[in-house]
């Protein structure tokens, strides 16, 4: 028996593992789905500028309702979303994860439900657990996708209290159609009123637009975001959702007084005037993924398609096998569960350049000698 199974923790807590990827000191690190690009440096200055003016008034609390960091989100996700949003339909938290655990404290809980469709990112179903709501798993098809006639009938069967979609989906890269979206969202109101929410942590990088516009007319349909991948700054822990008016107010009833700091706030305004020169390195990540795809696909793997800055690949009868040895040349990507697949990161062109050769000499010493 472990120290843990002697505290009286939880049921539902017991057995399970907390989330993480490995953090090895390795050359090249690409198994975390961060920007490759460290902030410029005038943006370094300026967060300088604005923490040093928010350090003055560090003996009260920050605003509470983030009321100008949520003004500027909102700006943000009408310029690039093709759909008007004003701060009463934004809410901002320590990184996304925060936002989800929000909504589900909210709209989740004991004797609630919750539906994803897996794979799909795992802190969906780690949150739920930890707000004592209860997950259920729906599956993918073959190829990734959301198989509509599958989830259509799994919301009419378990009647979900909130339903999970995710766009890119991670860790597979997949995109959502609109379509898929409005079929579950109708679907999911007809069984019981429920929240769909729709996690675009990686929207930024895809070929196809935001779904933001579909928040016309679906009280409850949430689109949430961060700023950890496209503004390169998971150091900030900044999330945050956009949604009905009426589903930030419920938010607040949950939220912990004065969550977010005068800091964080202070840094995430910086990070959002450089906006045009962060999008732009989302730009060269772009090119890089699709690099990647394509000569993934060269070298005979099999290559999901993304819209994400990774890349998902394989099939490898021991993916694990193949992941230590790219780790041997000093690459480290995700082994992530996903049967015969491995996960890579779309780096700087050096980086993705060292993946790629670890790739071949792996590949070589893998294939049996005539």
Request: hydrophobic share 45%.
């Amino acid at each position: 028996m472990s120290d843990l199974d002697r505290l009286p923790i939880r049921a539902e807590l017991r057995g399970q593992s907390p989330y993480g990827a490995p953090q090895l000191d390795v050359p090249v690190r690409l198994n975390t789905n961060e920007n490759p690009y460290p902030l410029p440096a005038a943006l370094v200055a300026r967060i300088a500028e604005r923490v040093a003016a928010a350090a003055r008034d560090l003996n009260r609390y920050p605003d509470r309702d983030a009321v100008e960091l949520r003004t500027a989100l909102a700006d943000y996700l009408s310029r690039t979303g093709d759909y008007p949003l004003g701060p009463e339909r934004v809410w901002a938290a320590n990184g996304s994860n925060e936002v989800l655990q929000q909504l589900l404290q909210a709209f989740g809980g004991p004797g609630r439900t919750a539906l994803g469709f897996d794979p799909s990112y795992s802190m969906h179903a780690l949150i739920a657990r930890g707000t004592g709501t209860e997950w259920i798993s729906g599956a993918r098809g073959a190829d990734y996708t959301i198989d509509l006639d599958e989830a259509l009938a799994r919301i009419a069967e378990h009647r979900p209290n909130v339903v999970f979609l995710c766009s890119p989906n991670n860790p597979t890269g997949t995109a959502l159609a609109g379509e898929v979206v409005e079929r579950v969202y109708d679907a999911a109101q007809a069984a019981r009123p429920s929240l769909v929410i729709v996690d675009e942590a990686y929207v930024e990088f895809a070929h196809t637009a935001s779904l933001l516009p579909l928040l016309e007319g679906r009280p409850h349909l949430v689109v949430s975001r961060t700023m950890s991948k496209a503004f390169g700054a998971a150091g900030l822990r900044l999330g945050y959702l956009a949604a009905d008016a009426a589903v930030v107010d419920a938010v607040q009833l949950v939220r912990l007084p004065y969550h977010l700091s005068a800091v964080n706030q202070a840094t995430a305004l910086a990070c959002l005037e450089f906006e045009d020169t962060l999008l732009g390195y989302v730009r060269e990540l772009k090119e890089q993924r699709d690099r990647l795809v394509e000569e993934l696909r060269a070298l005979g793997c099999e290559v999901t398609d993304s819209d994400a800055n990774f890349v998902q690949f394989g099939r490898f009868d021991d993916p694990h096998a193949i992941w230590a040895g790219i780790l041997e040349h000093g690459v480290l990507v995700r082994d992530n569960g996903v049967p015969g697949m491995l996960r890579v990161t779309a780096g700087t062109d050096a980086e993705n350049t060292a993946f790629l050769d670890a790739m071949r000499h792996v590949l070589k010493s893998a294939r049996p000698k005539d």
